[in-house]
């Protein structure tokens, strides 16, 4: 099966960008489902954004406007930029693809400062 990691987390202050970076495995190319999602504490897993077939969405209504996915198919990365961040987007996020099974990342954890 298709292993995910991603890199790109940290600490930042409010007001600030970090950028997310996703590789796979397999390639990317292949995967018709690819996407974020985050864990925010005491919430469930939810989109933040995902890429299907090609076409992308923003799935949270907390970040619209301020993130940012896109893949490198010639480097296998799956990229989700962040700006304005806020400290109410604390959380870990995921990288995401589906190939009959939703396949999860480890996480990596953004803390954002006030």
């Known amino acids: 099966q298709v292993q995910l990691v991603e890199s790109g987390g940290g600490l930042v202050q409010a007001g600030g960008s970090l950028r997310l970076s996703c590789v796979a495995s397999?390639?990317?190319?292949?995967?018709?489902?690819i996407g974020w999602y985050r864990q925010i504490p005491g919430n469930e897993r939810e989109p933040v954004a995902v890429?299907?077939?090609?076409?992308?969405?923003t799935y949270t209504n907390a970040m619209r406007g301020r993130v940012t996915i896109s893949r490198d198919n010639a480097k296998d990365i799956l990229y989700l930029d962040m700006d304005q961040l806020r400290p109410e987007d604390t959380g870990v996020y995921y990288c995401?693809?589906?190939?009959?099974?939703?396949?999860w990342g480890p996480g990596t954890q953004v803390t954002v400062s006030s």
């Open positions: 890429i299907v077939r090609n076409r992308s969405s």
């Open positions: 397999e390639s990317f190319p292949s995967f018709d489902h």
């Open positions: 995401w693809t589906y190939d009959g099974q939703n396949r």
